[in-house]
């Protein structure tokens, strides 16, 4: 007989981690989850999970990075099959995202308790440090960290808007671990995640089979010109950081729109900040963000070296400064045909639609693929599957088909022999 996770339970568990860092979005009307990573709120909802982790009797490690690994033990001493995704959240955020594979994975896990049934690999269920990237400026840091992408130290020195050192947040909300924190590879990696798009709800479908993840570029900009009186400085005079700012952002629109980079370019400036931010002084110093993101990694190159060109048109035409680092940047990765295809089976077998997607979001699940076999399962989201909202919503049942189908592929996969 086919295995099924309690659905029930699970909307449970995740209705209860969604209270943690809970806030009243004035926009929609609707309560929100604020877990930004490192924040007390965070720290809470971290010490929730690892206490559902150690009441299904799992070892619980925590690595010098934070990530946190919750081991079942197998029949054979192999190496584990490894189930993760993230707990913490933008600050505007529904309770999905990232969540849904970590509760997920505990789900899968209560299963096979309640089945009497032990793995001939030992299982693994993650979650990791500061997935979404936007309080310390790099996504999937803590699987970055894991996989040897970021060094140990380098992500240490980062720092939030207001100063403060990774290294130290860890200490304050109490993850800083002693484990190592290069990850063994696992014998594979599987994540189910919302889509956090509109396709798969617009197609009919019930899963998605994600056969990689898209390239993605973060700049992180500072415009320098010169404070002004707004009703004493000629226009032509004037040194002004926000009308840089402003014609980056418009450029970055142009890009896409003149489909050089492929129909498929998707560009964000998601924070322009003019200083001193009154109504009455023209702006002598901005700093903004440009988020590039593209499947074709040669197109992706191509709109990075657009951009940064740009950039110096923009400040000599401007009469300003502009300096630019690289906060993150991650070519296409592929994910292992061999996942794929155990996630499109299982799907069919329970007789689920599915189709293959590429994800348009970054995911830990990229991270891993550098490791080991690795791959994801996507669930449809309602509202055009709006994601970063309080609105981000998808059924019990789109969830509970998610995690049924990464149950069957971690059977598959914690069954396997060799090393």
Known sequence: MRLEIDSDRLQRELEELGRIGRYLDESTGLWGVDRLALTDADGEGRRHVVARMKSL??????????????????????????????VDSVETAGRFDGCLGVLGGLEVVQTLDDAEIQTRRPIVVAFFTDEEGCRFGTDML???????????????????????????????????????????????????????????????LDVGVVAGVQAISWHELTIV????????????????????AARINLKLRELVASGRHGAALRATMGVIAPRPGLVNVVPGRATATVDLR?????????????????????????KV??????????DPVAFSPRVRE?????????????????????????ELA?????????????????????REFSTPKQCADGVNVLLDVLLAFAEEGGE
């Open 342 to 366: 155990r996630v499109a089976a299982a799907a069919s077998e329970r007789g689920l639609r599915h189709a293959s997607i590429v994800s348009g979001a970054g995911h830990d699940a990229q």
């Open 370 to 390: 550098r490791l080991c076999p690795a791959g994801m399962v996507f669930v449809p989201g309602e509202y055009d599957g709006i994601s970063h909202n309080p």
């Open 321 to 330: 400064k502009i300096s630019w680092r690289q906060t993150a940047r991650t």
């Open 57 to 86: 009797g799992l070892t619980v490690t925590i690595d010098r990075i934070g990530n946190v690994y919750a081991r079942r033990e197998g029949r054979e001493k192999l190496s584990p099959v490894l189930l993760g995704s993230h």
């Open 225 to 244: 010109g010169k404070s002004a009186h707004a009703g004493t400085t000629p226009m032509e005079l004037r040194a002004d950081a926000g009308v840089a």
């Open 142 to 204: 803590g699987s970055a960290v894991a996989t040897g992408r970021i060094p140990l130290e380098a992500a240490y020195a980062l720092r939030d808007r207001e100063g403060k050192l990774l290294r130290d947040e860890l200490t304050r909300v109490g993850f800083l671990g002693g484990a190592p924190e290069r990850l063994d590879p696992p014998h594979a990696y599987l994540e189910c995640h919302v889509e956090q798009g509109p396709t798969l709800r617009a197609a009919g």
């Open 294 to 318: 593209n499947p074709d990694g040669a197109l992706m190159r191509g709109a990075e070296a657009e951009i940064v060109a740009f950039y110096e048109e923009v400040a000599r035409e401007e």
